[in-house]
C-alpha cells in the first residue's frame, strides 16, 4: 500500500495489492480522511467484540489520535449505547455525519437510524451490507488517525462483503476461553488470511474473574488455551480482559470512557506501531 494512502483507489496513480481488476474496494466520501482502519473480528456474537472496539477507540483517543468507530455489528449494535450516545443521525442530501463521543472519538451506528433503539433490524444480508458500505462511502470521517471496524459476527457473506470492501489495515480477534469458541475463532483466522489481512492481536475476554477481597483468580469459563492457540497461528501479541462488573456498568452507563485498565495497552503499542 502507498505510504499517503487515503484509501481511495479511484483517485490513485499508485499501482499496489489493494487495487487490480478484483478489487471490491469501495471509495470513501471525498472529504472523509482516514489513515488506518481496524477490523474487530470475533467467530461468533456475545463474546465482547464490542467492548473490545470501544475499549481500543477509547485507549487510542487517550493517547492523542482521533479515532472513530464503525459499527458494521448492524443487527446488534452496542457502541453507542457504551458511549452514551442517544442522537440520531444527522446528515444533507449527499452525505451523513457521525456523533462525536465527548472525549471526541466519531461513532455511527445503525441504532442512530432506527427511530427507537428497541427496533429490530429485519434486513436481508445485501442490505446489512448495504449499510455498512454506506457507512463508510456516505459518511463525512474527519482526520480520523484510527478507525476501529466492529464487524459483523461471524464469517458468512455480511462480513466477507465488509472485509472486501472497506480497506481493513489489520484486525483484532477477540474469543472466550470455551472450547468451542476455539473453533469459530479458528475460522475467522482462516477467513482474514484468505483476505491476506494479518491479524495484529487475540483478546481473551472474559478470560478470569479476580475477587476483590483474596485477589485470586479464578477461571470461571474453564482454563485458557490462549497462549497455545495464538503460538499454533503464529499471532504475536495475546490480551486477556477479567469479567469485570465494572466494566459491564460502565457498558450499561454509557460510560465506557471512564474505564480503568490496562489490559489492552499492549495491543494499543502495535496498533500505534502499525
Ligand atoms: P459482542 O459485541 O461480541 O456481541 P458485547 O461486547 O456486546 O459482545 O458484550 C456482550 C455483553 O457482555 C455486554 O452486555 C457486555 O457489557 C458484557 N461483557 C462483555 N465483556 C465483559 C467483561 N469482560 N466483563 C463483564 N461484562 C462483559
Not at 481511495?8 to 480522511?33: D, T
Not at 469479567?243 to 460502565?250: G, R, V, W
Request: hydrophobic letters at 40%; glycine letters at 6%; one cysteine or more.
Amino acid at each position: 500500500m502507498a505510504e499517503e494512502c487515503n484509501h481511495n483507489c479511484s483517485e490513485c496513480s499508485q499501482n499496489c495489492e489493494s487495487k487490480g481488476p478484483q478489487s471490491f474496494l469501495e471509495a470513501p466520501n471525498e472529504l472523509s480522511k482516514v489513515k488506518k482502519v481496524i477490523g474487530i473480528v470475533s467467530g461468533k456474537g456475545g463474546v465482547g467484540k464490542s467492548i473490545v472496539t470501544s475499549l481500543l477507540a477509547v485507549i487510542m483517543q487517550r493517547r492523542g489520535y482521533n479515532t472513530a468507530i464503525l459499527d458494521a455489528d448492524i443487527t446488534g449494535p452496542s457502541i453507542p449505547k457504551a458511549f452514551g450516545i442517544n442522537q440520531k443521525v444527522e446528515g444533507t442530501d449527499t452525505a451523513l455525519f457521525p456523533a462525536k463521543s465527548k472525549m471526541g472519538t466519531q461513532i455511527i451506528s445503525t441504532n442512530m437510524l432506527l427511530e427507537n433503539e428497541t427496533d429490530p433490524v429485519i434486513w436481508r444480508g445485501p442490505v446489512v451490507a448495504g449499510v455498512v458500505k454506506q457507512f463508510w462511502k456516505d459518511v463525512i470521517w474527519t482526520d480520523v488517525d484510527y478507525m476501529f471496524v466492529d464487524m459483523p459476527p461471524g464469517t458468512s457473506d455480511v462480513p466477507l462483503t465488509v472485509f472486501q470492501s472497506l480497506p481493513i489495515d489489520a484486525i483484532v480477534i477477540v474469543s472466550s476461553p470455551q472450547k468451542l469458541v476455539k473453533m469459530v475463532v479458528k475460522k475467522a483466522v482462516k477467513m482474514a488470511e484468505m483476505m491476506k489481512i494479518s491479524v495484529l492481536g487475540i483478546v481473551e475476554n472474559m478470560s478470569y474473574f479476580e475477587c476483590p477481597s483474596c485477589h485470586e483468580k479464578h477461571s470461571i469459563f474453564g482454563e485458557s488455551h490462549i497462549e497455545d492457540f495464538a503460538k499454533e497461528e503464529n499471532i504475536e501479541s495475546v490480551s486477556k480482559i477479567p469479567i469485570s462488573e465494572k466494566l459491564s456498568s460502565a457498558c450499561d452507563k454509557g460510560m465506557i470512557e471512564l474505564f480503568e485498565g490496562d489490559w489492552l495497552d499492549n495491543l494499543a503499542d502495535k496498533i500505534e506501531k502499525l
